[in-house]
């Protein structure tokens, strides 16, 4: 079984300051792991996604991400934060082991807002 | 991105009542999905059809049903609509050519509010 943890549901920053969004997963096979982003009214955007490769991976935005497996977290972050930014974000998790990509588990949510 | 396009973007039923929500896509796309979104819980799976033949239900597939007309198309029902079916809906799809951790393209999503 797999499952997402979002530590926070709401994170407030000021424009220009760093952004940490923190997220825990548990699979029990080798995961991929995704960050979606979905602004009001709008659809889900995939920012970035982690499939084995590079533990440290880049995505849009300037948006990045870490997967740590020892700590099972895999934490977004962004250097400086921009009123745009603001938005729901959401960790998902994908069972590599099985059918990949069919199974997707999304954490709760995590809502970011950004003040001038 | 209009690749997923959902009808309608907002509905207002009521109890009782049968609803179809539509799903089309011109990515060519085998996968297609269902999910609801309620707030704190993220987007879970209702149903996933890997193509026309292959119909699967997801983790809360209790009261859908769901019908995959073509490749491009892929329609959520709801044969008696209740109160806490009451959600966003997201339809997405997905290309496994592309490999392990491929991403899914969601649609823009359906507000549907029963009375």
């Known amino acids: 079984a797999q499952s997402v943890t979002q530590l926070d549901s709401h994170v407030s920053v000021s424009e220009g300051t760093p952004v940490l969004l923190r997220c825990n997963y548990s699979?029990?096979?080798?995961?991929?792991l995704f960050w979606y982003v979905q602004h009001p009214n709008k659809g889900l955007q995939l920012l970035l996604k982690y499939t084995s490769a590079a533990t440290l991976v880049k995505g849009i935005n300037g948006f990045e991400a870490e997967f740590k497996k020892s700590e099972t977290s895999f934490h977004l972050t962004k250097p400086s934060a921009h009123m745009s930014d603001a938005a729901e974000y959401f960790c998902v998790v994908s069972d590599r082991g099985r059918n990949a990509g069919n199974m997707l588990t999304f954490g709760g949510g995590t809502r970011l807002m950004v003040k001038p | 991105d209009a690749d997923v396009t959902q009808t309608p973007r907002n509905r207002i039923t009521k109890t009782g009542k049968r609803i179809m929500l539509e799903c089309s896509q011109t990515?060519?796309?085998?996968?297609m999905y269902w999910y609801r979104q309620d707030p704190g819980l993220g987007l879970r799976l209702i149903y996933y059809s890997f193509d026309v033949k292959d119909i699967n239900k997801g983790e809360i597939s209790d009261g859908y049903s769901v019908s995959r007309q073509a490749q491009a198309k892929f329609s959520l029902s709801l044969e008696s609509a209740i109160p806490n079916q009451t959600a966003l809906y997201f339809c997405a799809t997905s290309d496994p050519s592309q490999g392990a951790g491929h991403e899914q393209f969601f649609g823009p999503g359906t507000r549907l509010t029963v009375l």
């Open positions: 699979s029990s096979y080798s995961p991929s």
């Open positions: 990515k060519g796309h085998d996968r």
